[in-house]
Structures are given as structure tokens and as C-alpha cells.
């Protein structure tokens, strides 16, 4: 087993060293740029529960290509881009990717888990969901240090072995042939570059 992880560690090295910066750090203002996050491990998470799954640690996860989503309600950015995640889920779950969709409500404030999946749902997301109530680990992962930031409903991508490889700084990415939404297609084109080159990892360790 150990053999194993190391050598798909090594083949992650290799490869996230290939990768194009453009394929990793969308292009965003610099008040949202990602910089900061980019190949270097998570920072931990400490959600205040779970719905629809068991409680999952990043340790837990290790071996998987992770991605995680921050929404909330009332968020037309979240509704564009919840299907594609869903979509993306069930594309490539054989595969090895986990999908994870935070909740953060604003303001800052207990919701019921019967709200949440009804946002949930509406927004077209049925996977495992984190509740992120206090921002806790929004703010570790994106705000703290920050004031200036423009958005919060970031994503992280994460490989096998817990580091960022993309990240998206907030708003919305999709599939589009509207000339208005160039830049959320080439984002999610760009996501999913790095997924299949991620996932090719995997495939190649087995």
C-alpha cells in the first residue's frame, strides 16, 4: 500500500509540474486571485455538520480527487453552477472524484437541515453537503487575511493527495455557447482539464 502511494505521489509531482498556470488558477481580479492556495496542501476543515453522509475528513478522502464548492441561498451564481458539479459527479465518481457542496449562510447564523436541502435542491444539488454556519473554514481557507475579497462561493480542487491544484475565486463556471459567458466555459473547460489529467494519475498507479 505504501509503495503504491508513493508512487502515485510521484506520478502527481510529475504531473502537476506540467500542468499550464492557465489550466490551474483562473484568470480574476487580484483582490480574488487564488495564488495563495495553489499547489500547497489544504488547510484543514472543521465543518459544523454534515447531511446526506457521514461525517468525511480529509483523511478520510486521501486517494480521491476532492472537490469542494462554497454556496448559499438567493445565489443565482450557485443555481449556474450546482447542476455542472452534480453533473461532473456523476461523470467521473467511478473514477475517484468526490464532490462536496458547502453551505455558508448570509449572514452568519444556525440554519435548519431541512432549509438546507431545500436550497439544496432548488439549486440542483443533491450530493453530500458540509454545513459551514460560523464560516470557519471559509475563513481559514479563503477570507481570513483577506478584507478585500469579492467573493465567497470559491471551489477548491484537490488531488490524491490533499493539494490544490485549481481553484475558482468565486461566481459562477459552466458549459456555454453564449459569447456573455466565455469566461465561465473556459473556466469550467479548464476545470475539467485538470480533473481528467488528475484522474489519468489514478488510473495509471492501478
Not at 162 to 173: I, L
Amino acid at each position: 500500500m505504501k509503495r503504491t502511494l508513493s508512487m502515485l505521489f510521484a506520478l502527481l509531482a510529475t504531473l502537476c509540474a506540467a500542468l499550464p498556470a492557465a489550466a490551474i488558477a483562473p484568470s480574476s481580479d487580484e483582490a480574488d486571485s487564488p495564488a495563495d492556495v495553489l499547489d500547497r496542501p489544504a488547510r484543514s476543515w472543521t465543518f459544523d455538520r454534515w447531511i446526506r453522509t457521514q461525517p468525511l475528513t480529509q483523511e478520510s478522502l486521501r486517494g480521491k480527487v476532492v472537490l469542494i464548492r462554497w454556496f448559499t441561498e438567493d445565489c443565482h451564481y450557485c443555481q449556474s453552477t450546482l447542476p455542472q458539479l452534480e453533473r461532473l459527479q456523476a461523470r467521473y465518481r467511478a473514477r475517484g472524484l468526490v464532490v462536496i457542496c458547502a453551505f455558508h449562510p448570509k449572514p452568519r447564523r444556525h440554519v435548519s437541515d431541512r432549509h438546507i436541502l431545500a436550497v439544496a435542491n432548488r439549486l440542483g444539488w443533491s450530493g453530500p453537503l458540509a454545513v459551514d454556519e460560523r464560516w470557519s473554514t471559509l475563513e481559514r481557507w479563503w477570507v481570513a487575511g483577506h478584507p478585500e475579497r469579492n467573493w465567497t462561493s470559491v471551489s477548491f480542487l484537490m488531488d490524491q493527495a490533499g493539494v490544490v491544484r485549481w481553484a475558482h475565486p468565486g461566481g459562477e463556471y459552466h458549459p456555454s455557447e453564449d459569447p456573455r459567458h466565455a469566461r465561465c466555459a473556459r473556466q469550467y473547460a479548464d476545470l475539467d482539464a485538470v480533473l481528467q489529467k488528475l484522474l489519468a494519475v489514478e488510473h495509471a498507479a492501478n
